[in-house]
């Protein structure tokens, strides 16, 4: 008895599945938008504990709050917890739309990358 068309399919079904899990991995992160960071800088921990943004490559995000709307944040390309966020390290960071003018700054942060 030969093997009917069932076995073919399962295997090129099973080869069609393994192609999009490599193309999968191999793809950027859906954490982090497709674009250069909004804004760089450090991380400090401030009176309350939560991380802001210092020595921020555009002033006018400085001191913003990095933990506020519960980003994506990873170190390097590995996701990670928020609490691995420590003083002194260096990020970059991605925002959704504009910041209200305020001290500090309110923005909508959508990922945070530490190195």
């Known amino acids: 008895m030969r093997p009917g068309p069932a076995p ?3 295997a090129r079904g099973l080869a069609a599945l393994a192609a999009v899990a490599l193309l999968a991995a191999c ?3 859906a954490d982090v938008p ?3 960071a909004d804004v760089t ?3 400090a921990l401030g009176a309350d504990g939560e991380p802001i943004l210092v020595d921020a ?3 006018s995000y400085e001191g913003i709050w990095l933990l ?3 980003p994506a944040v990873l170190r390097g390309d590995e996701p990670v917890d928020a609490a691995d966020l ?3 390290d260096r990020v970059e960071v991605w925002l959704a739309g504009g910041c209200a003018e305020s001290w500090p700054p309110q ?3 959508v990922a945070v990358r530490a190195s």
């Open 8 to 10: 073919r399919r399962t």
């Open 27 to 29: 793809s950027p992160r």
């Open 34 to 36: 497709d674009r250069a």
């Open 41 to 43: 800088g450090a991380v």
């Open 57 to 59: 490559s555009d002033r």
């Open 68 to 70: 506020q709307d519960g």
């Open 86 to 88: 420590t003083d002194g």
């Open 107 to 109: 923005c909508d942060v």
